[in-house]
């Protein structure tokens, strides 16, 4: 039956002779709750492993103090995360270094806590991995598997031009999850730029339709915060 949990925690207190003075059923129920309050975490645990986060970021790390157009109302409303079961995405802009990846991988780490399937990716880097899955015949196959994460997160999007490829595959992902999944996107890059970037402007119509509109938007402000770590 696989109990690892229960055995290990029966075994430890028949061991140290704990537990005497407690009935059957009370015992019972003891050992089912560890068990299953063990399988959670160790799920909890292997949903952040396969998320990929480039940081260990979480929610009580994020600085709401330091003034960079982050209102800790509206902060605190999306990390329930309510919108993520409405299907609805997240778009977080502003300059280099004010926190955008930091914030996404905060959420995306607390869509693990909250059972959510997470990946994290750097916007160019899947772009490329997916033109060579379209040489091995392997990228409907890993479309198929963005499409199931409840949470997939595009960080540094827009830092490399658009070609063909790049729109072909973003659109194909974004048709793909449109009001069945969330995608955050965090860009130095203002959503008023993106139709340019993304270019030909039939698909770069469609795909910020069905990204953009459903979207809560942060843009950040302010200097770097890397400057604080390298006085």
Not at 44 to 67: C, M, P, W, Y
Not at 169 to 177: A, F, G, P, S
């Amino acid at each position: 039956m696989r109990i690892y949990a229960m055995a290990q925690m029966y075994q430890h207190h028949l061991k140290n002779n704990q537990h005497n003075d407690t009935t059957p059923d009370e015992y019972l129920a003891l050992l089912v709750d560890h068990e299953w309050e063990q399988r959670q975490n160790n799920r909890i645990q292997r949903l952040i492993r396969q998320a990929g986060f480039r940081q260990n970021a979480s929610i009580a790390e994020v600085d709401l103090k330091t003034v960079r157009n982050l209102e800790k109302n509206m902060f605190n409303r999306l990390s329930t995360l309510g919108f993520v079961s409405k299907k609805e995405n997240l778009i977080i802009t502003g300059p280099s270094g004010v926190g955008k990846s930091y914030l996404t991988q905060a959420l995306g780490h607390q869509g693990c806590l909250l059972g959510f399937k997470v990946q994290y990716q750097l916007a160019a880097r899947l772009f490329n991995r997916l033109k060579l899955a379209k040489l091995d015949g392997t990228y409907d196959k890993e479309l198929k598997k963005l499409s199931k994460t409840d949470i997939l997160i595009l960080d540094d999007f827009g830092l490399q031009a658009f070609d063909n490829h790049a729109r072909e595959t973003l659109m194909d992902i974004i048709q793909d999850r449109f009001n069945q999944k969330s995608t955050f996107v965090s860009s130095q890059i203002p959503v008023s730029a993106w139709y340019d970037i993304i270019g030909e402007g039939t698909i770069a119509d469609a795909i910020l339709d069905r990204l953009v509109n459903s979207s809560h938007r942060i843009d950040l402000k302010g200097e770097s915060m890397r400057k604080n770590f390298l006085q």
